[in-house]
C-alpha cells in the first residue's frame, strides 16, 4: 500500500512538473533560450491565485486568471529584455532570464512581502484501498488541469496558424522567416504561452503546497531537468519524464529518506547523462 | 594654481578628518546614546526584520517618554541607528562594521534570526562591543565564548523538549514513541538536539527522524511513514514553511497522531491561514500575552499587547516582545554600571537579573538567557471556526487545559 501511495504522489506530482517543464522546452526548442526565470514567473502565478482568494475567490479561477495575466506579462518581458538576445548566444541569454528571475523575487518580496502563503481549496481528500491510501484532491485537480492544459496546448499547435509557424520556426526560423512567417510576433508569442503555462503551474502550486518569493528556483531546476531528461520537443517525453522523476523522488525519499531526495534526483540525472553520452558515442563508432 | 589646489586638498582633507572623528563619538551625543542595529528591511527576513524594528521603537519611545537612562546623575535618551542589512549575512556583518568603526556606535542591538547574528557577533566581539539581541535562538552561538554576546531569549534546544516532557506526563510517565522532521538548517537542527536530549532523558523512543529539504514544501513522504508507524508524537521544525506545510498535509491527509508539536506557528498565522485544520497543534513559542511576568515601563503582556496594536496595527508576534525586551536589558545595564565604558556596561549586562513583561532575564557565561522557560501553546478553535493561541504548558503559565489525545479525523 505504501508502494501505491508513493507511486501515486510521485505521478501527480511529477504531472504538474512536466506542465512547467512543457513551457520550457517549448521555448527552449523555439527560441533557444534557457529561462532561469521560469520558476519566478510560476510563483508570480500563484501569488495571482492567493491574492484572488484573499479576496474571496475561490482559488481555482485562478486556473483561468492567472494564465491570461501573466500570458501579457510574458510578451512584456520579451518585449523588454528577451527579443534583445534571442539570436545571441546560449549564455547570454541565461545571463538575462538570470537577470530577470533576481529581479522578480526581489520585486515580489518587495511588494507582497517575505510570509510563506497558501490558498486553501477545501477540496478534501480522496481515500482509497480501505483508507490506506490518501490522495488530497487539490493534488488530483492540479493534475488533471495540467493535463487539460497539456492537451489543449498539443491541439493548438497542431491545428492553428500561430502552433504551425511556432514548429515552423523552431524546425528552422530562417526559412520560416524566407517563407513569410513574422518570427518576431512568433517568439512573442511562445514565450507569452510559457509565462502562460507557468501561470497555471503557479495557481494549482499555491493549492497544493506553499508560495514565497525565493521558492522560484526549485522549479527551474526540476523543469530544466525533466527537459534534459526527455529532449527538446518530445512532449510525451516531457510527459513521462516528469512523472518518472515525481514517482522516483517520492520513492527515493520513502525509502532512504528526506535528505536524500533532491541528491538523488541529481544522480539519477547524471547516470542519465552518462548513459546517453555512452550510448551516442556507441553510435558513432558504428557509423565508422 | 598649484598652490590653491595643495590648499584646496588641505582644507577638505582636514573637514575629512573633523568630521570622521565628530562621528567617532556618537556613541553618546548630547544626551543621547546611540545604539546600532543592521536589521532585515528587504529579503526573505523583512517581514520579522519589521516585527523586530518595530520592537526595538516601540521601547525606545515608551523608555524615553517614561524618564529615559539615568547614568551619572544626568538623563539619557535612546536613539537607534538602523541599516538594512538585506537579510544577508555578508551584508550584515559588513553593516556591523561600519555601525562601529564608521558611526561609533558602541552598543548594538541584535538583527533578525540566528544566522545573520552569527554573522554579526565575530565582529561586535572583535571590537569588544557589547550586543544585546533578541531574535538568535541557536545553539551554537552560545558555545562559542563569546563575551559581549546577551540574548534574551531561551535557546534553540529549549523549544520543543516541553511537548516531549508534556506527552510522557500524559502517558503516566513512561516513555513515548516520537517522529522527528526537521529542516536542514542550524536552527531546526539545534530543536531536534533538544529533542533527542528529551527522548534520552524521558527514556522514548524515535521512530522516524527525517530532515526537510529546504527547497521542496512536500512532506508527503515523511507523513505516509508517520500513518503506518503511529507514533505518540511527531515533532515538527522547519519555519513557517515547515509548519504551513505541515498542517496542509496533515488534514489532506487524515494522518492522526495524539500530538503535534511545531515551531514558528505564529508567525506562519497558522490559525488565520488555515483555520480549523490546525486545530490542536502545539506551538512552541518565547512569549505568549497571557503570561504575568511585569515590569514598570510595559507592565505586562496584556497591556504590551494592546499598546503595540494600538500604535503598528496588528498583534505584537514574539519577535517584538523579545525585542522590546532588548532595549530594558540596556537600560537596567547602563544604570547599573552608571557607565558608558563597554567594558562596565559588558559587565553589568553580565550579571543581569530582572523581570521584564516578557519574562525573567538571566544571562549564562555563554550569553544565553538561562530564567526564561519557553511555553507551549495550544490552537483551540470554536464552533464558529474562530481559533485562538492558548497557553498550555509549563502548568505554572497555563490559560488552558491540553486537550489529549487529538480527536481523530473521523470524529472531528
New interface residues.
Partial sequence: M?SV??CL?GIL?GILFALIAYGMALQWGVMNIINIAQGDLVILGGYIAYFMYLYGIHPAWGVIVSPIIMYFVGIAIYKLVINKVVDRDLFISILATFGISILFM?LM??AF??????A?SDYG?T?LFN?NV?L?N?KIFSAFISILFAICLVIYMKKSKLGRAIRATAQNARAAKILGVDTEKVYAATFGINAALCGVAGALISIT??I????G??YTIRSFMIVIVAGLGNLPGVAMSGMGLGVFE?FA??IL???F??GSVFLLLVLILVYRRFKLSRKREYLK | MKINKIIISFISAAIILLSSSVVSFAKVVGDKIVLGAAISL???????GVHTQNGYNMAVDRINSMGGVKVGGKTYKFDIIYYDDE?NPKRAAQLAERLISQDGVEFMLGPYSSGLTKAIAPVTEKYGVPMVEANGASRSLFTKGYKYLFAVLAPANLYLDVAIDLAVEKNNGKGVTVAM?FE?DAFSQDVRLGVLDAIKRTGSKKVID????K????????L??V??MKPDVLVVSG???GA??AI??IS???VDVPMLAMTHCDA??LSK???KNSQYALCASQWHKTLTYKDDFFKDGMTYDADFTKEFGYAPPYQAAESSAALLVFKDAFERANSFDKKKVRDALAATNMQTFYGNIKFAPGGQNVDKPMVLFQVMCDDGGKCENKVVAPTKWASAKLIHPIPSWSKR
Fill in positions: 505504501i501511495q508513493a504522489d506530482l526581489q518580496n518587495f512581502g517575505a510570509d510563506v502563503v497558501l486553501n481528500t481515500m483508507s490518501v488530497p487539490s503546497f506553499t514565497h518569493p525565493y521558492m528556483l526549485p517520492e525519499d520513502y529518506g528526506t535528505e531526495r533532491i | 528587504t529579503g526573505k527576513y523583512s517581514s520579522n537579510s522532521a536542514q527525517d530532515k526537510l529539504p527547497e521542496l514544501n512536500d512532506m508527503a513522504a515523511t505516509v511513514k500513518k503506518q519555519h513557517t514553511k504551513l506545510t496542509r498535509q489532506e491527509m487524515k506562519a498565522k491561514q488555515h483555520g
